[in-house]
């Protein structure tokens, strides 16, 4: 008996506590839901209202703005001249670098140029040494002139030697002529008048009167005055008898023809 009532006291109890329980529950609720209430009310007090009507369309303000948008903007401009500024410094880049490479190239061909004018020049040299020694040998193969005989004895053996090889000539009949110039000049007989021959074919195709030697503008009235003149400015201009370095003072263009054909042409006399 004891022990039933003990439990009915304890479901009773179980009972009252959740009613309280139940109680502070509700009782929340309706604090929130006033409060709730007393919020909108204070923000209607403080100027706020709250409606459900959509948010009417502006036409001044879309004025405004499309107004606005006619005027380009600043970042448009600023990327539109960064554009043209970039293209100007490209042009002038990539002008400069053809510039550039064309120096490269004229650079390149003057030195090629001046590498085969410094080869040909070279190749020259050696070539005119070799002629200058192979004319040294034939030079000295040129029988020499005996001047230890007296002046008649030199100019009579000699005229007979150049008339013999001017026979049938423009010049035939002036071995005496030569000889005596040769004599008052210290120069070799044979010079001139094989020099003739070369220039002329001993006087038949002179470019001015008796000038049968090729010698500058000249021209004489005679063919002694023009073989007197002639032997002379030998004995100045070059000296004593022919060189292969007087053939290339005497005859540029054509040295060393010039050389060998006068060279041969005074040994047959």
Known sequence: MKRYTKKRSSIAARVVAVGC???VVAGGIGFGIASAGAGASEASTFGLSVTSEAPRYDS???ATFAASSDVPREDTVLTS??????TQGIKAIEE????????????QRLADEQRRQELEAAQQKQQEKVS????????????????DVSQEEFIAEWTARIDAYLAGSPLEGQGVTFATAAWNNGVD??????ISNTE??????????HNAWGWGQSSWSSWEEAI???VAGLKSNYGYSITYSHAMKYCPPNYDNWFNSTLSEMKRI
Do not use: I, Y
């Open 21 to 23: 329980a139940s109680l």
């Open 60 to 62: 001044s303000a879309s």
């Open 81 to 86: 001249t960064a554009q043209r500024d970039m």
């Open 96 to 107: 400069k670098e053809e510039a550039e490479r064309l120096a490269a190239e004229e650079a």
């Open 132 to 147: 200058q020694d192979a004319a040294s040998n034939a030079v000295a193969s040129l029988s020499e002139v005996n001047w």
């Open 189 to 194: 007989p044979r010079w001139s008048p094989a």
């Open 200 to 209: 002329s074919s001993k006087g038949a195709n002179c470019f001015l009167p």
């Open 228 to 230: 007197n003149a002639h």
